[in-house]
């Protein structure tokens, strides 16, 4: 496991945006953002599971959250930018933007994947960062030292048969974060980095493997020091890394 050990104010006053953040990972990321002293942007298309954190975080009584639901197959740029300016007004800034969100989509060859299924997967798993990272660049240039996180899996990095539009999407995340880094290499405080979490136990993981017995693989809480190391001020030099979470 990731060796990191966060102290407890490793995020005070940073503004941290998660995707995906009602369930899984992204709900243990922004729960352990909030813990670290972060106000969390809450982004998910389940204004529910949205809810569910909130609650959570207020009850903690940790800073709080913002709550932004937005469905990422169906926004629009215009949606990016709105959110944008509505962050900007009250924020003025973010810190860290966290893209977690993603289809895991058909588990087949390629063949046989349909065109719908394959264009749905890309817009959530490719345009949606494209679109949110662009569109928060003028919020993320506020921040002294911000940070993007792109999660990945090990399938964007080898390809492996059956793993259909999700492992391309995969590598594509990749070259938008590497493309990204060296373009904010020198010009920019902002930092981009890609992030395995590994085999985790969530819903995802479960649809990928339904013969695995969950308990063999840790619980998203598990893998957050990884998360918390690169959105802090520590990781300040790390720019355009490939990591793994375990």
Sequence with gaps: MFDYNAPKNLLTDRVILVT?????????CALNCAAHGATVVLIGKTPSKLEAVYDEIEAA?????????????????????DLADQLFDTFGKIDGLVHNAALLGPRTPLDSVSAESWLQ?????VNAPFLLTKAMMPLLRQAPDASVIFVSSSVGRKGKAYWGPYAVSKFAIEGLMQVFADEQDGTSAIRANSLNPGATRTAMRAAAYPGEPP?????????????????GPDSRQINGQELDAQ
């Design 20 to 28: 995906g953040a009602g369930s899984g990972i992204g709900r243990a």
């Design 61 to 81: 009584g940790y800073p709080r959250p913002a709550m932004c639901p937005l469905h990422l197959e169906t926004a629009l740029e215009k949606d990016y930018q």
């Design 121 to 125: 997967l890309m817009q959530v798993n």
């Design 215 to 231: 308990e063999k693989n840790p619980e998203p809480n598990e893998i957050m020091p990884a998360f918390l190391y690169l959105l």
